[in-house]
Structure formats: structure tokens, C-alpha cells
């Protein structure tokens, strides 16, 4: 055999695997079975049948190609048929192998990235146990090699997120390609065989693509079926393509997201519910004003428990909460008491010998060093002041300036590269890095430049907006490692478009899609249905750490909040599949954030014990955890820091109409809204082209629902989709004019 040719950026290949050895001699010797041709593009699709596989072989004439596992067929395909395909089908194919009926079916969407979609079925004449199945994806030189391809892989699955490989095929310049396994397709596989898809699309080039899922050998086979005659879906694979394998950190990032734009309207999203957070709000205010477990006295103040009657004050979990009560109270237009008693305690946090927020009062036990901070917490209570001060509130102005200085002084002391813990008083660093890449909280640039550019606004000393800028430019060249915290991370894509709508230049625009990409990489864009993950929605929820087990809700709301900034700074020039995600997250985190709450959830579905303290299904405060896997949720614990999710919620989404008997439900956000008449309403939703949007109006009062005239600009009506006497639903554009009329 010939020495392995060279890749990029890595020396030659190590080695390659059998299944390499054999797709390269069936290439070179012509003895795959052509079974059909298709056209997407300018690519070609070739389906061949091999000796363990159909293959679908994608070429750009001269430019190399990937081969696509389409079916596991050991012993070879026999009795191939392409019946008439079915609505959306451009091919049907249909054999037998050793282990029983395959079914293939083959979609085509010729955009300007072109998508090729396959899902494969199988029924076992026998129930099948699963010991091993091969990757699905290799890539091709000009010769049909999978050897001498030169690519690179920018980003594969992380954990239970997206099973996302995004690659380039640089030799021949072939272009690059996002590969998106649809792990909601395959529930019925992972339930039957007892497995979960963890890490399991990624590989090591030019072998990539997914490797299914097995139960662990232990020194015996798996002993958990495929039952015999029923048929599953065992691979559901699209392929996004993109003519070129070049650009620069910002373009790879945009690339990404406009890739996966097209994947995502290609597959089926699951619904969402209408979901009453203006009561969620109200059993939340009222629990944590009563509940003894929710707050405790120091200092004759009165603070919030991080969690459920435990763990100290703490500033970050004070100023949050009282953050979003104070949106809560503007959106209701009635005084909050609650409010005023939380935030004549926050003062007490601040060390006028440092000049900043301590995370903790100074009474705080010995158990803990009140010393140590994690990065991110310096600067998210400023966040929240930075929100108050811009609200008019005086007093969280000036605790917003007086610590401002400290904030800057660590930024300059880490040079924009912040540690995961150091100690507030010298800097010295307790945890560097949270890898062995020497990575530390990656993202915090991006909520550190979020807070100059408040204090910027608040004073208009363009110090603060140089700060920003410098922020944002020390994170260049992170790419798919930029994400930290998911929170942290969006709010730097918000920082970066506000910077981009003050100064007009472009790359902070381009600089966004940088920090998206991060995020959008460790979202799960699927829904669970393993173990106890039935009774509740996962579906786009992003796993609170880059790489933690669990999706939070406190990270998820900030996140919320910081794309509702980040799309009411965006205009024409945002990259329209960005805006589409971006609404398609917010959307679905008004659907899947209900499950946090114990209530929710049945009994067996909460973990009997819990790091932190216990949970009490009877409070309205979330579980901090809900696991892709299935676990039970509640294992870290019960929340109260966020209780805060409700009233953002509410506030957001749910809109007064005044001296009407109801109010108006908007899953996405109005960008502007006006009142022709007293029984009219006209606004405007920023969502994705070709998305929709649920429309709900509530009765808030004794009075009868009157009737409703909901229409399009054209005037085409729309009917409700639901309607009973205390609510009617209507699924309208996400992009574009919606008129609501009422009366009888």
C-alpha cells in the first residue's frame, strides 16, 4: 500500500480503518452497483450500492466529493427497487439485506445552499441487537480517495447538543459542508437499544460524520433489540453545502449559521404550547415574599437564597431577581413592594476599599472564601445595575459607577483573557483554566464589553466605548471556542451589534456571528424523547457550560433577554438565517423554560436528593437542571435565583391593550406596534422569512371574548387555530404586519 498522503494542519493521516480500506477499493475498482443519479446544483449524486452499504457519492466536477453512508447493509443490497417516491421524495430506494427490509428516501432543496437530506429505515426480520456500526462520512479527493482528501474540521457534536460535523474539504477545494444528524428522527433507535447519541458525531478526518450510539460491551453483547418487524429510523443525515472552503474566523462563523439556517427549515420542529407566564410571574412573587424558604435577614435587609432555604446572599442572585421584578413592575404599572425591600440591601455587597461588589455580604460563613470571584460574576450584578440605571434609577447608577473602575482595573490586569477564578483583592489566580488548552472563561469579553458600553451610555466618556472595543478584539481567533457560558456568550453577540449600531463599522457586525456560531454549537437542536426527558421539551435549549451535562434555566433567560436586545439593535443588514435562529431560540424558550418548574413535571421526574438543598414542587422557582439524557431533573437544585425567568417572560411577551378586555400573547417580539382606532391593533414581528408565530389574546376580565378579524398586510384573514371562552389562538408570519381588530 502507497504512504498515507499528507492532511491539513496535522502532518500525515495516523492511520485509517478498515471501513476507509474497503469504500477506496470499491471506488477504485468500479464495483459498487449504480443505482441512481440525481442533480442538486452543481453537484452530482450518485447512489451506489456496495458491499456493506448504499452509498450516495456527492461530486463538484473536479473539485472532489464526500460518500455518504445511506444504509448499513452487511452481506450487500439485494433486491433493489426505486418505487414511485413519495410527496418531497427525489428518490425512493428499497432492498433487503442480512438483517432485513432497508427503505431510503432521498430529498433535494436546491437553494442557494443546496441541502441534501437522507433518512434511513430499516425492519429487522429479527430482533437485532446493535454491537457496532460504522461512521457514515468520508471525504474524496479528485480521485474518489477518502485518503488523499485535505480538510479540516471547524466543529463537531458536543455532548447531547446538535449532532453538527462542520468541515472543510480545502484539497480540492471541494467547498464546505455542515453535516446535522436529526436525532429526533432516531428516539425510537436510542430507546430500543438502551443508548444515548453522546459525542457521537465528530470523528477524525476524512472519517467523520455519526457514529451510532451502542450499548457498552462489558465483556458481553448488547442485550437490548431492535424488535423484530417494526421498522426505525437509524440514520436521518442532511448535508448543507457551500461552494467555498476559505474565509477568515467571522466568515467560517456566518457560514456556519447560514448553513444550519438551511438545515433547520428542512426539518420538522415540534410545537410549542401557549404557556401563562403572567401567572407563572404572580405564583413567583407571591412565593418569594411569603416562603420562608425563599429570603433571610441580614443587617436588618432583606436577601433571596440562591437556592431552596439555603447558600448565602449573594450579589449576583440579588440584583438579577430584583432586575427583572423591577421589568415585571413597569410592565404592570402597579408599585411592587417586594421590589423596594430587595433593593435597599444591595449597597451592603459593596467594599469601598476595593471599589466594587463583593459576590458575598461580609458576614458570610467560614465555609466559604469570600474572597475567591469566577470572572463572570464581577461583571453580571453590573449588568443588571447598568439595566436599573438606565431605568432611571439613581441609586444603581451610582453603584454602577463607583464599581465600574474595579471592573476595568481586572480587565486591563488579565489583558481581556480572564481566568476562571481568581482572588478580588491582588488577582492572584485560584482555577486558571477550565482545559488543557489553557482556556479560561473565554466569553467574558463579550459581557464585560455589554457593561462598558452601559457605562458609556450613562455618562458618554468614550473611555468606556474603547473599553468595549478592546474587549471584543482580544477574543478574535477563538471560533467555535468562544463559548464559556451560554449567557455570557450571547450577550457579547449583543454587545458586538450595539457596538456595530454606535460606530457604523461592520466588523462588529461580522464579530457577532463569531460569538452566535459559539453559541448555536451548543444548542440542542432536537427533541429528547429518552427516559424521563418525555415529559419535557428540550428542543433548542442550550447546555449551560460548554461542557456541562445540563441545560439551566437561569442561563436560558439571560440568554432570552440578551437576543431581545440583540434583534430590536438588528436592521436589514443582519444575515437573515441569523435572524431566524436566533428568534426560533426565543421562541421555544417560552415553550420548553415551563418545564423547569417542579409542578410541571410528574414526581418521578425530580431527583430524590439534590446538591443544593432540596425541591419543593409547591414553590413556583425552577430546577436549575433538565438533562438531554433523561435523568432526573433537580440534582444541582431548586433555583430561586431564577425566579427572575418568569418575569422577563411576562414582561416580554405579553402585551397590554388598553381598554380592551383582554391582553395580546406574542411568542416573538413586536418591533413596533401602533393603534389605528380603539378597536384596532397593527404590529410588526422581526422573525424568520417562511417562520411562524403563535398570536394568543386572553381575556383578562369577566367579559365575554369579543370577536376577532385577525389578518395579513394583503388582508388575507386567518382563522384561530383554538378557542374557548378564556382564550383564542391564531398562528400568523413571523416576518412581517399582522392587523387585529375586535367587536362584535
Same mark, same amino acid.
Given at each position: 500500500?502507497?504512504?498515507?498522503?499528507?492532511?491539513?494542519?496535522?502532518?500525515?493521516?495516523?492511520?485509517?480503518?478498515p471501513?476507509?480500506?474497503?469504500?477506496?477499493?470499491?471506488?477504485?475498482?468500479?464495483?459498487?452497483?449504480k443505482?441512481?443519479e440525481?442533480?442538486?446544483?452543481?453537484?452530482?449524486?450518485?447512489?451506489?450500492?456496495?458491499?456493506d452499504?448504499?452509498?450516495?457519492?456527492?461530486?463538484?466536477?473536479?473539485?472532489?466529493?464526500?460518500?455518504?453512508?445511506?444504509?448499513?447493509?452487511?452481506?450487500?443490497?439485494?433486491n433493489?427497487?426505486?418505487?414511485?417516491?413519495?410527496?418531497?421524495?427525489?428518490?425512493r430506494?428499497?432492498?433487503?439485506?442480512?438483517?432485513?427490509?432497508?427503505?431510503?428516501?432521498?430529498?433535494?432543496?436546491?437553494?442557494?445552499?443546496?441541502?441534501?437530506?437522507?433518512?434511513?429505515?430499516?425492519?429487522?426480520?429479527?430482533?437485532?441487537?446493535?454491537?457496532?456500526?460504522?461512521?457514515?462520512?468520508?471525504?474524496?479527493?479528485?480521485?474518489?480517495?477518502?485518503?488523499?482528501?485535505?480538510?479540516?474540521?471547524?466543529?463537531?457534536?458536543?455532548?447531547?447538543?446538535?449532532?453538527?460535523?462542520?468541515?472543510?474539504?480545502?484539497?480540492?477545494a471541494?467547498?464546505?459542508?455542515?453535516?446535522?444528524?436529526?436525532?429526533?428522527?432516531?428516539?425510537?433507535?436510542?430507546?430500543?437499544?438502551?443508548?444515548?447519541?453522546d459525542?457521537?458525531?465528530?470523528?477524525?478526518?476524512?472519517?467523520?460524520?455519526?457514529?451510532?450510539?451502542?450499548?457498552?460491551?462489558?465483556?458481553?453483547?448488547?442485550?437490548?433489540?431492535?424488535?423484530?418487524?417494526?421498522?426505525?429510523?437509524?440514520?436521518?443525515?442532511?448535508?448543507?453545502f457551500?461552494?467555498?472552503?476559505?474565509g477568515?474566523?467571522?466568515?467560517?462563523?456566518?457560514?456556519?449559521?447560514?448553513?444550519?439556517?438551511?438545515?433547520?427549515?428542512?426539518?420538522?420542529?415540534?410545537?410549542?404550547d401557549?404557556?401563562?407566564?403572567?401567572?407563572?410571574?404572580e405564583?413567583?412573587?407571591?412565593?418569594?415574599?411569603?416562603?420562608?424558604?425563599?429570603?433571610?435577614?441580614?443587617?436588618?435587609?432583606?436577601?433571596?437564597?440562591?437556592y431552596?432555604?439555603?447558600?448565602y446572599?449573594?450579589?449576583?442572585?440579588?440584583?438579577?431577581?430584583?432586575?427583572?421584578?423591577?421589568?415585571?413592575?413597569?410592565?404592570?404599572?402597579?408599585?411592587?413592594?417586594?421590589?423596594?425591600?430587595?433593593?435597599?440591601?444591595?449597597?451592603?455587597?459593596?467594599?469601598a476599599?476595593?471599589?466594587?461588589?463583593?459576590?458575598?455580604?461580609?458576614?458570610?460563613?467560614?465555609?466559604?472564601d469570600?474572597d475567591?470571584?469566577?470572572?463572570?460574576?464581577?461583571?453580571?450584578?453590573?449588568?443588571?445595575?447598568?439595566?436599573?440605571?438606565?431605568?432611571?434609577?439613581?441609586?444603581?447608577?451610582?453603584?454602577?459607577?463607583?464599581?465600574?473602575?474595579?471592573?476595568?482595573?481586572?480587565?486591563?490586569h488579565?489583558?481581556?483573557?480572564w481566568?476562571?477564578?481568581?482572588?478580588?483583592?491582588?488577582?492572584?489566580?485560584?482555577?486558571?483554566?477550565?482545559?488543557?488548552?489553557?482556556?479560561?472563561?473565554?466569553?467574558?469579553?463579550?459581557?464585560?464589553?455589554?457593561?462598558?458600553?452601559?457605562?458609556?451610555?450613562?455618562?458618554?466618556?468614550k473611555?468606556?466605548?474603547?473599553?468595549?472595543?478592546?474587549?471584543?478584539?482580544?477574543?478574535?481567533?477563538?471560533?467555535?471556542?468562544?463559548?464559556?457560558?451560554?449567557?455570557?456568550?450571547?450577550?457579547?453577540?449583543? !454587545?458586538?451589534?450595539? /457596538?456595530?449600531?454606535i460606530t457604523?463599522?461592520? @466588523?462588529?457586525? %461580522?464579530?457577532?456571528?463569531? &460569538?452566535? +456560531? #459559539?453559541?448555536?454549537?451548543?444548542?440542542?437542536v432536537?427533541e429528547?424523547?429518552?427516559?424521563?426527558?418525555?415529559?419535557?421539551?428540550t428542543?433548542?435549549?442550550?447546555?449551560?457550560?460548554?461542557?456541562?451535562?445540563?441545560?439551566a434555566?437561569?442561563?436560558?433567560?439571560?440568554?432570552?433577554?440578551?437576543?431581545?436586545?440583540?434583534?430590536?439593535?438588528?436592521?436589514?443588514?443582519?444575515?437573515? !438565517?441569523?435572524?431566524? /435562529?436566533?428568534?426560533?431560540?426565543?421562541?421555544? @424558550?417560552?415553550? %420548553?423554560?415551563?418545564?423547569? &418548574?417542579? +409542578? #410541571?413535571?410528574?414526581?418521578?421526574?425530580i431527583?430524590?436528593?439534590?446538591?443544593?438543598?432540596?425541591?419543593?414542587?409547591?414553590?413556583?422557582?425552577?430546577?436549575?437542571?433538565?438533562?438531554?439524557?433523561?435523568?432526573?431533573?433537580?440534582?444541582?437544585?431548586?433555583?430561586?435565583?431564577?425566579?427572575?425567568?418568569?418575569?422577563?417572560?411576562?414582561?416580554?411577551?405579553?402585551?397590554?391593550?388598553?381598554?380592551?378586555?383582554?391582553?395580546?400573547?406574542?411568542?416573538?417580539?413586536?418591533?413596533?406596534?401602533?393603534?389605528?382606532?380603539?378597536?384596532?391593533?397593527?404590529?410588526?414581528?422581526?422573525?424568520?422569512?417562511?417562520?411562524?408565530?403563535?398570536?394568543?389574546?386572553?381575556?383578562?376580565?369577566?367579559?365575554?371574548?369579543?370577536?376577532?378579524?385577525?389578518?395579513?398586510?394583503?388582508?388575507?384573514?386567518?382563522?384561530?387555530c383554538?378557542?374557548?371562552?378564556?382564550?383564542?389562538?391564531y398562528?400568523?408570519?413571523?416576518?412581517?404586519?399582522?392587523?387585529l381588530?375586535?367587536?362584535?
Amino acid at each position: 500500500m502507497e504512504p498515507l498522503p499528507a492532511r491539513s494542519g496535522s502532518g500525515r493521516l495516523p492511520g485509517v480503518s478498515p471501513n476507509l480500506l474497503l469504500l477506496r477499493e470499491e471506488l477504485r475498482s468500479s464495483t459498487m452497483k449504480k443505482v441512481a443519479e440525481l442533480g442538486l446544483g452543481d453537484l452530482g449524486v450518485e447512489i451506489r450500492a456496495g458491499r456493506d452499504a448504499l452509498w450516495a457519492i456527492v461530486r463538484r466536477p473536479g473539485k472532489g466529493g464526500l460518500a455518504l453512508r445511506a444504509a448499513y447493509a452487511l452481506g450487500g443490497c439485494s433486491n433493489i427497487r426505486t418505487p414511485k417516491p413519495h410527496e418531497g421524495e427525489a428518490l425512493r430506494v428499497e432492498f433487503t439485506s442480512t438483517v432485513g427490509r432497508h427503505l431510503v428516501s432521498f430529498r433535494l432543496q436546491e437553494d442557494a445552499l443546496p441541502v441534501l437530506r437522507v433518512i434511513s429505515r430499516v425492519t429487522p426480520s429479527v430482533p437485532l441487537l446493535v454491537p457496532f456500526l460504522p461512521r457514515d462520512l468520508f471525504a474524496l479527493d479528485a480521485n474518489d480517495d477518502p485518503a488523499g482528501a485535505v480538510g479540516v474540521v471547524e466543529a463537531a457534536q458536543r455532548g447531547m447538543n446538535g449532532g453538527v460535523d462542520y468541515f472543510r474539504l480545502c484539497k480540492p477545494a471541494f467547498g464546505s459542508v455542515l453535516y446535522f444528524q436529526n436525532f429526533t428522527s432516531l428516539n425510537p433507535y436510542f430507546i430500543a437499544t438502551g443508548t444515548t447519541p453522546d459525542g457521537a458525531v465528530g470523528g477524525e478526518w476524512p472519517e467523520i460524520g455519526f457514529l451510532p450510539p451502542t450499548a457498552p460491551q462489558k465483556g458481553r453483547p448488547p442485550l437490548d433489540p431492535l424488535p423484530a418487524g417494526e421498522e426505525v429510523v437509524v440514520l436521518d443525515t442532511l448535508l448543507a453545502f457551500h461552494q467555498d472552503p476559505d474565509g477568515d474566523e467571522a466568515e467560517m462563523a456566518r457560514r456556519y449559521l447560514s448553513l444550519l439556517g438551511s438545515i433547520y427549515r428542512q426539518i420538522e420542529p415540534p410545537r410549542t404550547d401557549y404557556r401563562d407566564w403572567v401567572g407563572r410571574a404572580e405564583a413567583s412573587l407571591k412565593d418569594l415574599d411569603r416562603a420562608n424558604e425563599a429570603t433571610i435577614r441580614h443587617y436588618g435587609f432583606r436577601y433571596i437564597h440562591p437556592y431552596t432555604a439555603t447558600e448565602y446572599p449573594d450579589s449576583m442572585v440579588q440584583i438579577s431577581v430584583l432586575a427583572a421584578i423591577r421589568d415585571y413592575e413597569a410592565w404592570k404599572q402597579e408599585e411592587i413592594p417586594l421590589l423596594a425591600e430587595l433593593k435597599r440591601g444591595v449597597r451592603k455587597f459593596y467594599d469601598a476599599k476595593l471599589g466594587t461588589l463583593r459576590r458575598y455580604l461580609p458576614n458570610v460563613g467560614k465555609d466559604k472564601d469570600k474572597d475567591a470571584v469566577d470572572s463572570w460574576y464581577l461583571y453580571h450584578p453590573l449588568l443588571n445595575l447598568g439595566r436599573l440605571a438606565a431605568d432611571g434609577d439613581h441609586r444603581a447608577k451610582r453603584l454602577f459607577l463607583d464599581s465600574i473602575e474595579f471592573g476595568i482595573e481586572a480587565a486591563h490586569h488579565f489583558k481581556y483573557h480572564w481566568p476562571i477564578q481568581y482572588n478580588v483583592t491582588d488577582f492572584s489566580v485560584i482555577t486558571a483554566s477550565r482545559d488543557e488548552e489553557g482556556l479560561g472563561q473565554t466569553d467574558v469579553g463579550g459581557i464585560y464589553a455589554y457593561v462598558m458600553l452601559q457605562a458609556f451610555e450613562l455618562t458618554d466618556d468614550k473611555r468606556f466605548l474603547d473599553e468595549a472595543r478592546a474587549a471584543i478584539k482580544a477574543a478574535e481567533g477563538m471560533r467555535f471556542n468562544l463559548n464559556y457560558q451560554a449567557n455570557l456568550t450571547a450577550w457579547g453577540a449583543s !454587545a458586538c451589534l450595539r /457596538l456595530w449600531r454606535i460606530t457604523g463599522e461592520k @466588523t462588529y457586525l %461580522r464579530q457577532s456571528y463569531v &460569538y452566535l +456560531a #459559539s453559541f448555536f454549537h451548543n444548542v440542542v437542536v432536537w427533541e429528547s424523547e429518552i427516559g424521563l426527558a418525555k415529559h419535557y421539551r428540550t428542543f433548542l435549549g442550550a447546555t449551560a457550560l460548554h461542557d456541562a451535562p445540563y441545560m439551566a434555566l437561569y442561563e436560558c433567560f439571560d440568554s432570552f433577554s440578551a437576543f431581545e436586545r440583540f434583534l430590536k439593535d438588528s436592521g436589514p443588514d443582519l444575515d437573515p !438565517a441569523v435572524r431566524m /435562529l436566533v428568534s426560533e431560540y426565543c421562541r421555544y @424558550t417560552l415553550d %420548553r423554560a415551563w418545564f423547569y &418548574y417542579p +409542578a #410541571s413535571l410528574p414526581p418521578e421526574a425530580i431527583a430524590e436528593k439534590s446538591r443544593n438543598s432540596y425541591v419543593d414542587r409547591k414553590l413556583s422557582f425552577p430546577v436549575e437542571d433538565l438533562y438531554v439524557d433523561g435523568q432526573p431533573a433537580g440534582q444541582v437544585g431548586q433555583e430561586i435565583y431564577g425566579a427572575g425567568a418568569a418575569f422577563v417572560f411576562a414582561s416580554r411577551t405579553f402585551h397590554t391593550v388598553s381598554g380592551a378586555p383582554f391582553r395580546m400573547f406574542c411568542d416573538h417580539f413586536l418591533l413596533a406596534s401602533e393603534r389605528p382606532s380603539e378597536s384596532a391593533l397593527a404590529f410588526q414581528l422581526g422573525g424568520g422569512d417562511g417562520r411562524t408565530a403563535r398570536l394568543s389574546l386572553v381575556r383578562t376580565g369577566r367579559a365575554k371574548l369579543p370577536e376577532f378579524h385577525v389578518a395579513t398586510p394583503s388582508e388575507e384573514a386567518i382563522e384561530p387555530c383554538f378557542r374557548d371562552e378564556d382564550r383564542v389562538d391564531y398562528i400568523v408570519p413571523a416576518n412581517g404586519r399582522v392587523t387585529l381588530r375586535w367587536g362584535t
